[in-house]
């Protein structure tokens, strides 16, 4: 079975670092992208960036580049998405999801679709 | 950019309902929709355009190309209350239309 588990909830101080996790298992990690999206609160959904395990291929959202990193450990078969100083404007709902299936190449423009989710990780920044 | 209406849809279950995504330039076929129940993660319904994803029930149908595009749900089952989205994957960044909110009347 096919499993996307992420870490828990996170209440931290603007200005601090943090690396959410996504945890996967059930299939081979390297083989498929991996995206993250988040709901930032009262908003809807927004792709921050993917990644593809395999060769660290990764995209990410203009707003968002330099403000987050996302990557893989292929060992632990883990994706990561990570702030080097949160503000209180990354408050919200991040979820990590699973590429539907193996494209016809491994470019992100044959990802047509993310059917594995996790269960969403709320980051809540505060003073 | 993705435009999707109404904004919100009153209905009641059992009743049909049609979700319209209009996109700024053409996005070909390349476009899924998701559903999107508070508390859960996102549910992938269609891909491009007009394919099921697996397990989906067939009352959920997709269709259009370019700029039009459009949702259907057939018979309103009482889980199907729920926020739906639009996704282009044409162009980087992908993006999400603002959604549409099935309500129940």
């Known amino acids: 079975e096919v499993q996307l588990v992420q870490s828990g909830a996170e209440v931290k101080k603007p200005g601090e670092s943090l690396k959410i996790s996504c945890k996967t298992s059930?299939?081979?990690?390297?083989?498929?992208?991996i995206g993250w999206v988040r709901q930032l609160p009262g908003k809807g959904l927004e792709w921050m960036g993917i990644?593809?395990?395999?060769?660290?291929?990764?995209r990410y959202r203009p707003s968002v580049r330099g403000q987050v990193t996302i990557s893989a450990d292929k060992s632990t078969s883990t994706a990561f998405l990570q702030w080097s100083s949160l503000k209180a404007s990354d408050n919200g709902m991040y979820y990590c999801?699973?590429?539907?299936?193996?494209?016809?190449?491994?470019?992100?423009?044959?990802?047509?679709?993310?059917?594995?989710w996790g269960q969403g990780t709320m980051v809540i920044v505060s003073s | 950019v993705l435009t999707q209406s109404p904004a919100t849809l009153s209905l009641s279950p059992g009743e049909g309902a049609t979700l319209s995504c209009r996109a700024g330039?053409?996005?070909?076929?390349?476009l899924a929709w998701y559903q999107h129940i508070p508390g859960q993660p996102p549910r992938l319904l269609i891909y491009?355009?007009?394919k099921r994803a697996a397990g989906i029930p067939a009352r959920f149908s997709g269709r259009g190309s370019g700029t039009d595009f459009t949702l259907s749900i057939s018979s309103l089952e009482p889980e199907d209350f729920a926020v739906y989205y639009c996704?282009?994957?044409?162009?980087?960044?992908?993006?999400f239309g603002q959604g549409t909110k099935v309500e129940i009347k």
């Open positions: 999801a699973r590429q539907r299936q193996i494209g016809a190449s491994n470019s992100w423009y044959d990802v047509d679709g993310f059917a594995l």
């Open positions: 059930g299939y081979k990690f390297s083989d498929y992208w």
């Open positions: 990644i593809y395990p395999g060769d660290s291929d990764t």
């Open positions: 330039q053409s996005v070909i076929n390349y």
């Open positions: 491009d355009a007009s």
């Open positions: 996704q282009q994957r044409l162009n980087w960044p992908w993006t």
